[in-house]
Every structure is written in structure tokens, then in C-alpha cells.
């Protein structure tokens, strides 16, 4: 298991962590979780269209830092330190117009200073929509 303390994340708090900023205004919310992966999803609609009715790939970029950062975050001791993200990068593989997609985040390196994860973006047909790669620092708490 990866998670800090040995037990799974709670979802409803990470959900309103973001309530009052982007991921709120996205609709992003966390849905499930494992041992060692997180999924999160977020709405295909008005909010996160671009001007032709796709998925914006900004918005898809949003929701891979999004639920990875997060759950970066319960990765490490957060009473002493934070998650912060140094890089990403997306490869947006089909369009989705509507219903929601899904994000699931899979760490490839837990290291002490630096993590990454992978992030699979589907749709309701679990269809790639979208890959990307995250770098998150762990910076202690006193630097946020």
C-alpha cells in the first residue's frame, strides 16, 4: 500500500478540498480509490468545452494534477510537508463531448523529495481520452 499511516485516503474531503477553487469550478470530485491508485472524474459540459463542443485539453490537464497532486498529498506526512507540482504533460489521444471522463492516478516513483505519477484519462466506454505524466516536489510545510 502506498498511502501515509497504511490506510486509504478518505474521498469526501478531498473532494472539498477543491470546492472554493479550480477543481470546484471543473466539478472534479474523487470517486474510488485503491491501494495504490486514486480515480477521480470530472463533467464534459459548458465548463469544460472549448469553443467547437470537445473536451478542453486544459481541462483534462486541470484534472490530471488535479487527482494526482491530491493524491501525492497522501502520500507523504502532511504535517510536515506538502505536495507541489514541478511538471506535467498530457497527450490528448480522442476528443469526448459530453457525459464525464475519468482520471485514474498510478505512482511510478515515491522518492523522498520528488514523486511522479501516471494519469489515464477514459469516458464512459473507458476509451483513452487522454495520458499524462505528473512531477509532484514534497517541499516541507514551512516552504508552501
Not at 3 to 10: E, F, I, S
Not at 47 to 67: D, M, N
Not at 121 to 137: E, F, G, H, Y
Amino acid at each position: 500500500m502506498i498511502w501515509w499511516g497504511g490506510q486509504r485516503p478518505p474521498l469526501a474531503p478531498m473532494t472539498a478540498l477543491g470546492e472554493n477553487a479550480m477543481p470546484g469550478l471543473l466539478g472534479i470530485e474523487f470517486v474510488d480509490c485503491g491501494d495504490d491508485w486514486i480515480r477521480g472524474r470530472m463533467p464534459v459540459d459548458h465548463r469544460t468545452h472549448q469553443p467547437f463542443g470537445r473536451l478542453h485539453g486544459g481541462a483534462s490537464v486541470a484534472l490530471a494534477e488535479t487527482i494526482g497532486s491530491v493524491a501525492a498529498s497522501f502520500c507523504i506526512d502532511r504535517e510536515k510537508f506538502v505536495a507541489v507540482g514541478m511538471e506535467i504533460n498530457a497527450n490528448h489521444i480522442r476528443p469526448a463531448y459530453d457525459g464525464y471522463v475519468t482520471a485514474t492516478a498510478r505512482p511510478e516513483s515515491l522518492g523522498r523529495t520528488t514523486q511522479v505519477w501516471s494519469i489515464r484519462i477514459t469516458d464512459a466506454a473507458d476509451k483513452l481520452i487522454c495520458i499524462s505524466r505528473l512531477t509532484v516536489a514534497v517541499i516541507p510545510m514551512e516552504r508552501k
